[in-house]
T-cell receptor
Framework: KQEVTQIPAALSVPEGENLVLNCSFT??????LQWFRQDPGKGLTSLLL?????REQTSGRLNASLDKSSGRSTLYIAASQPGDSATYLC?????????????FGQGTILTVHP | DADVTQTPRNRITKTGKRIMLECSQT?????MYWYRQDPGLGLRLIYY???????NKGEISDGYSVSRQAQAKFSLSLESAIPNQTALYFC??????????????FGPGTRLTVL
């Protein structure tokens, strides 16, 4: 059974800092890995999707890397802003009988203070 | 208008009551999902449907049932609500892709409290 773990559970940083969120998964047979953002009272928004054959994806100040063999992914946020404050979730998608289903980590609560 | 809508957004009910949560989407996606989220935990899959005639149990389906009334509508029912079903419930949709590139689109969530 796939298990996804995110570290740290919570992170508080001053504005302008670069930061890294970590995600690990136990079964490396994944189709893709996604990073989502969750804001209070709103649903999840997909930030980045890394296919199993890729090593990283970038979108603006966000960069996500994937090391399938070690079961790890990182989300790097450059020059953090208060608007980045949210819960960040990673999720993996697998094939076979788990095709089309996501397994989520428990999330990292990020607070960026001015 | 939002692509994935959920009703109600908030609901307080009592133990033993039957509750239905509804999800509608305008994205034209075949796949729909129901998840629940508990504090400090990630999302856990309750049921999912790959088309109108295809319904599958997820990780935590006990105590829940679903109905796929149409491509655009997927309802989650709690036949006899209990307090440990208090949670935030999310509906999601996805377009069938290669698996390597398909992502899921989430509704805003329904906060359910069972007293």
């Amino acid at each position: 059974k796939q298990e996804v773990t995110q570290i740290p559970a919570a992170l508080s940083v001053p504005e302008g800092e670069n930061l890294v969120l970590n995600c690990s998964f136990t079964d490396s047979a994944i189709y893709n890995l996604q990073w989502f953002r969750q804001d209070p009272g709103k649903g999840l928004t997909s930030l980045l999707l890394i296919q199993s054959s890729q090593r990283e994806q970038t979108s603006g100040r966000l960069n996500a890397s994937l090391d399938k063999s070690s079961g790890r992914s990182t989300l790097y946020i450059a020059a953090s802003q208060p608007g980045d404050s949210a819960t960040y979730l990673c999720a993996v998608s697998a094939g076979g009988t788990s095709y089309g289903k996501l397994t989520f980590g428990q999330g990292t609560i990020l607070t960026v203070h001015p | 208008d939002a692509d994935v809508t959920q009703t109600p957004r908030n609901r307080i009910t009592k133990t033993g009551k039957r509750i239905m949560l509804e999800c509608s989407q305008t994205k034209g996606h075949d796949r729909m999902y129901w998840y629940r989220q508990d504090p400090g935990l990630g999302l856990r899959l309750i049921y999912y449907s790959f088309d109108v005639k295809d319904i599958n149990k997820g990780e935590i389906s006990d105590g829940y049932s679903v109905s796929r009334q149409a491509q655009a509508k997927f309802s989650l029912s709690l036949e006899s609500a209990i307090p440990n079903q208090t949670a935030l419930y999310f509906c999601a949709t996805a377009h069938p892709g290669t698996g390597h590139t398909d992502t899921q689109y989430f509704g805003p969530g329904t906060r359910l409290t069972v007293l």
